[in-house]
Nanobody, 116 residues
Framework: QVQVKESGGGSVQPGESLRLSCVVS????????VTWFRQSPGKEREYVGT????????HVAEPVKGRFTISRDFGKNTAYLQMNNLQIDDTGVYLC?????????WGQGTQVTVSG
């Protein structure tokens, strides 16, 4: 019943922006944490950011601080990752994770490619 689905990935050039969305269904949206990770072939999964029950309760990792912002829209049951000034090293599969007392739920990921 619980489903986590990311969208919004694509191919961009350095300096451009993307906004990723994570729709979580089957859970009360205010009762779980949303965390973004990213992974590239041959590299470990990397923490990107997390958000709790309010948009003020948000954190992003140091490598993306100042460029990425994480937020939630409770009316749409959606979490967002706004990625500005993208760089080649930001390339990877971006994964959304919902952590609740009932379990841990992962999306399939959305590809972000920064090149050119």
């Amino acid at each position: 019943q619980v489903q986590v689905k990311e969208s919004g990935g694509g191919s961009v050039q350095p300096g451009e922006s993307l906004r990723l969305s994570c729709v979580v269904s089957g859970l009360a949206f205010s009762q779980f944490l949303v965390t973004w990770f990213r992974q590239s072939p041959g590299k470990e999964r990397e923490y990107v950011g997390t958000i709790g029950s309010t948009n003020e309760d948000a954190h992003v990792a140091e490598p993306v601080k100042g460029r990425f912002t994480i937020s939630r829209d409770f009316g749409k049951n959606t979490a967002y990752l706004q990625m500005n000034n993208l760089q080649i090293d930001d390339t990877g599969v971006y994964l959304c994770y919902a952590g609740a007392s009932s379990g841990h739920y992962w999306g399939q990921g959305t590809q972000v490619t920064v090149s050119g």
